[in-house]
């Protein structure tokens, strides 16, 4: 038996927080909602808090930014879909830059936001056979330009090298390989793909050709 993801919804609407909770009690065995919250305050200080997935309104009546919310989800081990009704590339870049998985229209049905979320998750229950299409094209995959110096400092590191070796290698001052690694990072975030964890970096050079 796989161990239902811990599903959290922070969604300052009433009607959407209603629907999607009765939709994952009612359809979804492979998710247990844990915590459905009508403010940012009250999902982090939940109990229940961190959860293994988000399903986060891009706006609330909280002057938290929508970046502030996702890094915090994303520092404490959640995935995050952003959910919202205002469909924009901008809004849309600042969601995937600071680390959400998915940007998703509210029009789209229910049915159509959980599937994503069984993407996301890395669920491959049959009842969502294109669910990995519905991931590919929440977002364009695109290979971050990076200068000579980030691309040498991210290929040591995803070989294996600390920051102070990676400095050491290109005979650079730390400070100097720790900022080509964020620019590193900062690149793929823009461009909607997570560099949490050096695992993920690794992941993102195999993607794009950097490991042959």
């Known amino acids: 038996m796989r161990t239902p993801v811990r599903v959290g919804i922070l969604d300052d609407h009433e ?33 229940a808090f961190p959860v293994d997935l988000v399903l986060m309104d891009l706006n609330l009546s909280e002057k938290v930014s929508i970046e502030a919310r996702v890094r915090t989800c994303r520092a404490a081990g959640a995935s995050v879909i952003v959910l919202t009704a205002l469909d924009t590339p901008e809004e849309r870049e600042r969601c995937l830059g600071a680390g959400a998985l998915a940007f998703l229209s509210k029009a789209q049905p229910v049915r159509d936001v959980m599937a994503m979320a069984k993407a996301v998750m890395g669920l491959t229950d049959a009842v969502v056979s294109d669910a990995t299409h519905l991931a590919s094209a929440s977002r364009a995959v695109t290979k971050p330009r990076l200068s000579d110096g980030e691309r040498m400092a991210f290929l040591l590191y995803v070989e294996g090298s600390s920051t102070i070796q990676v400095a050491h290698a290109m005979n650079v001052q730390f400070e100097t390989a720790k900022t080509y690694l964020r620019r590193v990072r900062d690149k793929y975030g823009r461009a909607g793909r997570p560099t949490s964890t050096r695992a993920d970096l690794v992941r993102r050079a195999a993607e794009d050709g950097y490991l042959t």
């Open 15 to 47: 009607v959407l927080l209603d629907a999607l909770s009765e939709w994952i009690h009612g359809h979804e065995p492979l998710f247990n909602l844990v915590v459905a919250a009508p403010t940012w305050v009250e999902l982090v200080h939940s109990a």
